[in-house]
């Protein structure tokens, strides 16, 4: 036969799937426990609410509050000043474990920001690297000597890597659209230009270049995962797209240098070419029809807003760009 259950049985325990109620919800919090050692050590509710920097309205209150919560009495009030009850010694006893632990975290915390803000990882794209980043990181220096900064100077795809895999905490890129997995925002902008070596016979056109002929030349180009590249690949998507690259090149100073020695056009950040232009070691050559325009953007993990250092890198690009 089965087992029987009903008033014959044994009694009925509590309901194990019933939610304990949150610790927060049963201990006091830190700062009742700070009150009431503060009353322990001066022996006055109303020094202790000075100490604390409270009225002594609010700090009655308090401590009512805390009694309620914990069901016993713990200060009893008199004109001739404030003593701990018996219940109450043995509570400040235990407040007292609990504000050290707390102290401790605290200091654990503090250590960890020192930690933190002691370095900053920055990751950016070549253009932002090269032209910009030495200017604001000479400007944070100013602000935090003591800080440790590290580069990578690398394309945007790289940039979008480094920060996903933690080992950054800052990035700076160009291009379209913010790299999947980030968050971002526009700290600048930034434009495109034709360039070519002056002995080209671009350079001695009367007409403005087509953006059908750009896209049909063999250029020297960035990579593939650069921000220049993604520009141009979406702004000749529909003239054709890109003719096989004559070179490819993973930094815009290799760009440069292959261009100046007569080896074909290519298309960099006028923020790269300007000491080129005005020495007319490069010509820019104009294209009707075709903008170049690109936004650059300071970049962190999705969800992760920028702290200490980075933080304060990010706003003074904001401030300067």
């Known amino acids: 036969m089965g087992r029987e259950h009903g008033a014959g049985g044994g009694g009925v325990g509590p309901d194990e799937d019933e939610p304990a109620v949150p610790l927060a919800h049963r201990v006091p919090d830190l700062g009742a426990l700070e009150l009431l050692l503060a009353v322990a050590r001066l022996g006055s509710l109303g020094r202790a609410a000075r100490a604390q920097g409270i009225s002594q309205p609010a700090a009655s209150s308090r401590i009512r509050s805390m009694e309620r ?8 009030r008199s004109p001739r ?3 701990l009850t018996d219940a109450g010694v043995l509570v400040t006893d ?17 250590a960890l920001r020192g930690r933190r803000d002691s370095r900053l990882r920055v990751a950016a794209s070549m253009t932002i690297a090269e032209y910009l980043l030495p200017g604001w990181l000479i400007a944070l220096r100013a602000q935090r000597p003591g800080t440790a900064v590290s580069l990578l100077a690398g394309n945007s795809r790289a940039v979008a890597e480094r920060l ?3 080992a950054a905490d800052l990035g700076f890129v160009e291009g379209l659209q913010v790299p999947a997995g980030l968050d971002g925002t526009v700290i600048g902008h930034d434009r495109l230009l034709v360039v070519a070596a002056p002995s080209h016979p671009w350079a001695r056109r009367r007409t403005e270049l087509t953006a059908a002929e750009l896209a049909a030349t063999p250029l020297i180009l960035r990579e593939r995962g650069s921000g220049t590249r993604a520009v141009l690949d979406a702004a000749l998507a529909r003239h054709g797209g890109l003719a096989a690259p004559l070179l490819e090149l993973a930094s815009t100073t290799a760009v440069k240098a292959a261009v100046v020695s007569e080896a074909a056009p290519s298309v960099l950040s006028e923020l790269a070419v300007g ?33 200490g250092p980075a933080r304060q890198l990010l706003g003074l690009t904001r401030a300067t760009a």
């Open 164 to 166: 996903l895999a933690g």
């Open 275 to 307: 000491e080129e232009l005005t020495a007319r070691r490069l010509v820019e050559i104009p294209v009707d029809g075709l903008r170049l325009g690109r936004e650059l953007r300071a970049v962190w993990p999705a969800g992760q807003r920028p702290v």
């Open 69 to 76: 919560q914990l069901g016993v009495g713990l200060v009893e």
């Open 94 to 110: 235990w407040a007292r474990r609990v504000v050290e632990a707390a102290e401790a975290f605290d200091a654990g915390a503090q």
């Open 81 to 83: 000043g404030s003593r």
